[in-house]
DNA sequence: AACCCGTGGTA
DNA sequence: TTACCAAGGGT
């Protein structure tokens, strides 16, 4: 038996029974590919269920606000994959008839769909033969193979995608790329391999020459910014406050407090003299008063974020239009929603 | 090519 | 605790 059909053979013995393996509908499968970008299995699960469950046509997922898409996708990360995931779904609606495009070429057109998801689409959906090339894909094939190309270069990427594309059964390409991916997820793990009752360890370079841990190779080191973010938490006497959708960068279109960033973290002082703070509040009387001493960084892949919330407490209400109810209804960043927790759980649970 | 974009699990 | 990184894609 060649190395794809291995696959395949341990595949259909091991499987997990996934919700999207039970379907070839390709919105179903688009879903399922969107979510589990960069995304474990498990945290993605149930953000599937509620995808289907709220949306169960493109034309549902197509019809909502994107607001309501993102409140759905909160806590999943990677908001953009949810901005995309709704621009493509009124494209394919109202461009294509609501019909789910067929083939690779055409599927990759969709925005948020790579390389990767559109072999995933039109090999699981329409049995076309197209290699996958994940995470998965370049840990075994790195290691099985012997290959030390780093997988972060287009040499990389062109060689490993050339090489799955070699390996690949033509006759299922929809079972051997679901094979190769979950023989990488769960036997040829990043850490820890279950080499011992691997069916390809007789053959595997990377075993034979006790180099798993080196490979795949993965070039450069990502720097971490750090940022510092003053969120303005704003009490009026009419128990209102303030939220604002973010524009830029991180968390696009997301909601959050008035915010001053600044380059190093700042006293209760420096934010009062703060151009922005006095073109809020002007000559208003307010208070201020930081609501977490302890500053514990929200790490993101490469940010980490200082966020000091201050709490204002202002008697004009004019500009502070949001109730303390209606905030739970915008989609906000783990780092809001986390506050909001500590802070008004009583509206909250 | 280099950088940006989240959150949470694991060792 | 830090470091890695997960069914990647856009610019």
Not at 135 to 161: D, Q
Request: net charge positive.
């Amino acid at each position: 038996m060649n190395f794809s059909n291995q696959l395949i053979y341990w595949y259909l013995n091991n499987r997990r029974d996934l919700p999207w393996r039970n379907t070839t509908n390709p919105y179903y499968i688009w879903l399922s590919e969107i979510i589990l970008q960069q995304t474990r299995v498990d945290q993605g699960m149930n953000y599937y269920f509620k995808f289907v469950e709220n949306f169960p046509t493109v034309n549902d997922l197509a019809a909502a606000p994107e607001e309501e898409v993102l409140k759905l996708w909160q806590g999943l990360g990677y908001y953009s994959r949810a901005r995309n995931l709704h621009f493509s779904a009124k494209y394919i609606v109202n461009q294509l008839n609501g019909v789910f495009p067929s083939n690779y070429s055409e599927i990759i057109k969709l925005k948020g769909v790579g390389d990767y998801t559109a072999s995933a689409i039109s090999s699981i959906c329409f049995n076309e033969p197209m290699a996958v090339v994940d995470g998965n894909v370049y840990r075994v094939l790195a290691r099985y193979f012997g290959i030390n190309t780093p997988i972060n270069t287009s040499k990389g990427i062109k060689e490993f995608k050339k090489l799955a594309q070699q390996l690949l059964n033509k006759e299922d390409p929809a079972t051997n790329n679901q094979a190769i991916m979950e023989f990488g997820a769960r036997m040829c793990k990043p850490q820890n391999p279950d080499c011992n009752s691997c069916p390809l360890n007789s053959s595997c370079s990377a075993l034979a020459k006790n180099n798993i841990k080196d490979l795949p190779v993965k070039e450069g080191k990502l720097k971490v910014r750090n940022r510092y973010f003053n969120y303005l938490v704003i009490e009026t006497d009419e128990n209102t406050t303030k939220i604002v959708k973010r524009k830029k960068g991180i968390w696009l279109n997301l909601y959050e407090f008035p915010l001053i960033e600044t380059l190093k973290p700042i006293n209760e002082n420096e934010l009062i003299e703060h151009e922005t703070f006095s073109n809020l509040f002007g000559l208003n009387n307010v208070s201020v008063k930081l609501f977490n001493n302890k500053i514990k960084p929200h790490k993101l892949s490469h940010q980490h974020i200082y966020a000091k919330f201050w709490i204002i407490k202002i008697a004009n209400s004019l500009n502070y239009k949001h109730s303390w109810e209606d905030i739970s209804k915008y989609p906000v960043p783990i780092l809001i929603n986390n506050f909001l927790n500590e802070y008004k759980s009583d509206y909250f649970f």
